[in-house]
């Protein structure tokens, strides 16, 4: 039987790093002709190293300038057209909708669809996310799931809501938690010195950056030790980005860091006391995971894709979206109560090795690619 040719089209190469490089590795080892598709930054040798066949294609993910999308949709015809994928795996919202829309004109055999996280036009209430959000539920309910398709959810909140909208059959939507953790790599480790809350994210206002910020400012006020930092890049490309100079600023308070993006997660979770991302909407948020793997006790939001990590009041603790006073309230909680950490924390790695570990994510994905 000949080689099967596997397509995966992403929007950035630093999100296939962090979210799929173990799986298209692992893709390539069962046997596919793996090829991946992105926009190349900074990642694209690291993707290349790994023995993957990676093709550099460029776009503005949120740009809507009629133009430059035509061209984005000629380009990936002329991908399909020539590479011949026996599957795409397509993720997020641009290379769903315009891989689809090639693939069904160009017959391609399978396709599976990934909408992770829904981001900005979901989470947002600005005008601009309104104004496109109906445009962008009628594409989904066109293009999701037609033919031989599956569509992979990271939670059954956003698996539900696209049932419910009718634009997939339930029977082709498959559920993943997440893009898995490496749980050798991401480990428990014990903690000395004043207690440290952590966030890692991309530097968005969606992310809950700025509710961190004033709900330490009001822990710190308490006159309580503890140290709070923020671990991540900026994304120019996103609405909703924080500036450099915004960061720095925040960063002259006592007590507060910006780390900015960083190589080395696994071992600063090791000297961290408490994760926390209060997130307004979340595929399923690798950093927390990363937590969970490391024994932390997470504090986040109780919304989607969060709470499919944090079960309140067992391995941490959820408050609301957009609310400071909770947030510093639950801060405080486990900031002042080690005894509660440690047994937060355990709960949080059996939950990571049950549920979130790279071979269940890996085994569920090829799975999919099998059954089509």
């Given at each position: 039987?000949?080689?099967?040719k596997?397509?995966?089209?992403?929007?950035?190469?630093?999100?296939?790093?962090?979210?799929?490089?173990?799986?298209?590795?692992?893709?390539?080892?069962?046997?596919y002709?793996?090829?991946?598709?992105?926009?190349?930054?900074?990642?694209?040798?690291?993707?290349?190293?790994?023995?993957?066949?990676?093709?550099?294609?460029?776009y503005?993910?949120?740009?809507?300038?009629?133009?430059?999308?035509?061209?984005?949709?000629?380009?990936?015809?002329?991908?399909?057209?020539?590479?011949?994928?026996?599957?795409?795996?397509?993720?997020?919202?641009?290379?769903?909708?315009?891989?689809?829309?090639?693939?069904?004109?160009?017959?391609?055999?399978?396709?599976?669809?990934?909408?992770?996280?829904?981001?900005?036009?979901?989470?947002?209430?600005?005008?601009?996310?309104?104004?496109?959000?109906?445009?962008?539920?009628?594409?989904?309910?066109?293009?999701?799931?037609?033919?031989?398709?599956?569509?992979?959810?990271?939670n059954?909140?956003?698996?539900?809501?696209?049932?419910?909208?009718?634009?997939?059959?339930?029977?082709?939507?498959?559920?993943?938690?997440?893009?898995?953790?490496?749980?050798?790599?991401?480990?428990?480790?014990?903690?000395?010195?004043?207690?440290?809350?952590?966030l890692?994210?991309?530097?968005?206002?969606?992310?809950?950056?700025?509710?961190?910020?004033?709900?330490?400012?009001?822990?710190?006020t308490?006159?309580?030790?503890?140290?709070?930092?923020?671990?991540?890049?900026?994304?120019?490309?996103?609405?909703?980005?924080?500036?450099?100079?915004?960061?720095?600023?925040?960063?002259?308070?006592?007590?507060?860091?910006?780390?900015?993006?960083?190589?080395?997660?696994?071992?600063?979770?090791k000297?961290?006391?408490?994760?926390?991302?209060?997130?307004?909407?979340?595929?399923?948020?690798?950093?927390?995971?990363?937590?969970?793997?490391?024994?932390?006790?997470?504090?986040?939001?109780?919304?989607?894709?969060?709470?499919?990590?944090?079960?309140?009041?067992?391995?941490?603790?959820?408050?609301?979206?957009?609310?400071?006073?909770?947030?510093?309230?639950?801060?405080?909680?486990?900031?002042?109560?080690?005894?509660?950490?440690?047994?937060?924390?355990?709960?949080?790695?059996?939950?990571?090795?049950?549920?979130?570990?790279?071979?269940?994510?890996?085994?569920?994905?090829?799975?999919?690619?099998?059954?089509?």
């Amino acid at each position: 039987m000949s080689q099967k040719k596997l397509l995966l089209l992403l929007s950035e190469d630093w999100f296939v790093c962090s979210h799929f490089l173990d799986r298209a590795i692992a893709a390539k080892a069962a046997g596919y002709d793996v090829v991946v598709v992105a926009n190349e930054n900074k990642h694209g040798d690291q993707i290349r190293n790994e023995g993957l066949r990676f093709i550099p294609l460029s776009y503005d993910r949120s740009g809507i300038n009629l133009f430059k999308e035509l061209h984005f949709l000629y380009k990936i015809f002329n991908l399909y057209k020539a590479e011949k994928p026996d599957i795409v795996h397509q993720i997020s919202a641009k290379p769903i909708f315009y891989g689809s829309f090639i693939s069904r004109l160009l017959k391609v055999p399978a396709v599976v669809n990934a909408p992770i996280g829904l981001g900005y036009v979901f989470s947002s209430n600005e005008l601009k996310a309104k104004l496109l959000k109906p445009f962008i539920k009628l594409a989904y309910r066109l293009f999701l799931n037609r033919g031989n398709s599956k569509v992979i959810f990271e939670n059954s909140d956003d698996l539900n809501y696209f049932v419910e909208m009718n634009a997939l059959k339930s029977e082709d939507a498959i559920l993943i938690k997440g893009a898995g953790v490496n749980m050798k790599q991401f480990t428990p480790a014990p903690k000395t010195g004043v207690p440290s809350v952590m966030l890692i994210a991309r530097m968005l206002r969606d992310k809950g950056i700025q509710e961190f910020i004033e709900a330490a400012k009001k822990v710190l006020t308490k006159n309580i030790q503890a140290r709070f930092i923020l671990v991540g890049g900026l994304d120019e490309a996103n609405p909703t980005s924080f500036t450099k100079e915004q960061l720095k600023e925040w960063s002259k308070v006592e007590g507060i860091e910006w780390l900015g993006k960083r190589n080395d997660v696994s071992e600063l979770l090791k000297q961290t006391h408490i994760a926390c991302l209060p997130s307004y909407r979340e595929g399923l948020p690798k950093s927390l995971i990363e937590a969970a793997a490391s024994g932390l006790p997470i504090v986040t939001t109780d919304t989607v894709g969060c709470r499919e990590v944090v079960e309140d009041g067992v391995n941490g603790l959820l408050v609301p979206i957009k609310s400071v006073e909770p947030l510093a309230g639950a801060l405080v909680k486990l900031i002042e109560n080690e005894e509660l950490r440690l047994k937060m924390g355990e709960k949080s790695r059996q939950r990571a090795e049950k549920e979130f570990a790279n071979e269940l994510v890996i085994e569920q994905t090829l799975k999919v690619y099998s059954s089509l």
